[in-house]
């Protein structure tokens, strides 16, 4: 009898506790996280087509399969107002760190960090909410060429770790009602698959983020990443100068529409002394609106085994209608001097 009561318990246990899980606090855009390197900021994303650049775990991990050296690096970002650059992934913090040799590559990047706490009054009752959440990926990566050293192909497996705290509490009647608290981790994964082609002076290449991406939570609703393809051209006169153009789409309803940007990296060589970079680059979305353009500039310094990028991106904000730069630097260490 004690069997069978328990399942006749057992249905309606179970559509309870599907009533009770929340939705996930994080959502699909804040699981992108911001696009890492300081390389990529001042060429306004066009990166689908570089090599010897240690984001190419993230950006197209075909990429790897030409690496004159390993590399090791790390990411900063300051960002400002409400722009692409997310306000959760903190306006000023360490959000990338990579190392990559040829062939292979592993990452962590930062995806999300929020906290808020607020407590709102409605007559002689009101409530109080805390929420903290954030969310990070791990990411190895593998590339080779082809026998004939025409085309790439490179894969990428992430692991995501999120974690999220959110308390929720009312007063009836001038006193407290019962605190609703979760506490709960979330671990999920995905796949990026890129792929790179080079003839002659033309590089091309394409990459699909976030294949089969999903996160699961025990108290949440379980979260699914959205597809994302990037992709781009570029031809280049010795390692002098670098023309670049890309696109990037999220697939699936309420993505936005096709961002197209246009880029461009001249390098000059000091004897004795390094070389100097200078990057820049536009970017617009696809019949969006009159401000939905960014532009941005960078400056690179290579000199023996170390490079330093620092870049600039200058967007308007949807919320103030003002232009706020986002800055990025970023520093190498190639263990062999090129």
């Known amino acids: 009898m004690r069997i069978r009561n328990n399942i006749r318990l057992a ?23 911001p696009a890492p390197g300081a390389r990529a900021a001042g060429l306004s ?16 991990p075909a990429g790897l399969a030409v690496m004159a050296s ?25 959000d990338y760190v990579s190392f990559v040799t040829e062939g292979a590559g ?31 990926e791990f990411s190895l990566a593998l590339a080779r060429w082809n026998e004939e050293n025409l085309w790439a192909l490179g894969l990428a497996a ?28 979330g671990y999920g994964y995905g796949f990026d698959l890129g792929i790179q082609g ?29 597809p994302h393809l990037s992709g781009g051209v570029s031809w280049h006169r010795q390692e002098k100068l670098v023309l670049s153009a890309g696109g990037h789409k999220f697939l699936g309803g309420d993505a936005p529409r096709l961002r197209y940007s246009a880029a461009g990296e001249y390098r ?33 310094y290579f000199y023996q085994r ?12 949807p919320a103030s209608g003002q232009w706020r730069w986002s800055y990025v630097g970023t520093v190498s260490l190639f263990t062999e001097q090129k």
């Open 70 to 94: 390993p590399i090791m690096s790390v990411s900063y970002r300051h960002s400002s107002g409400l722009l692409h650059d997310p306000v959760f992934s903190g306006p000023k913090r360490v």
């Open 268 to 300: 000059h060589v000091i004897a004795n002394l390094g070389a100097a970079i200078l990057r820049g680059g536009y970017s617009q979305t696809y019949k969006g609106p009159s401000d939905g353009y960014s532009w941005s500039l960078g400056l690179g």
């Open 306 to 317: 170390f490079r330093i990028d620092a870049s600039g991106v200058n967007q308007r904000d």
């Open 158 to 185: 992430k692991l995501i770790w999120a974690r999220a705290a959110e308390v929720e509490q009312r007063t009836v009647g001038g006193g407290w009602d019962r605190c609703m608290i979760r506490d709960d981790h």
């Open 198 to 226: 080079r003839y002659q002076v033309w590089r091309a290449g394409i990459t699909a983020q976030n294949l089969l991406g999903k996160v699961y939570w025990e108290e949440y609703e379980d979260d699914r990443l959205k």
């Open 106 to 136: 592993i990452a962590w990047r930062s995806l999300a960090r929020y906290r808020e706490s607020a407590t709102a009054g409605d007559g002689a009752d009101s409530s109080f909410r805390y929420l903290r959440y954030g969310a990070d």
């Open 45 to 60: 994303n066009c990166l689908a087509t570089a090599f010897d650049e240690p984001t190419m775990v993230y950006w197209n």
């Open 11 to 33: 249905p309606p246990v179970l559509a309870l506790t599907a009533a009770l899980a929340a939705a996930s606090p994080i959502s699909w855009q804040e699981y992108q996280g």
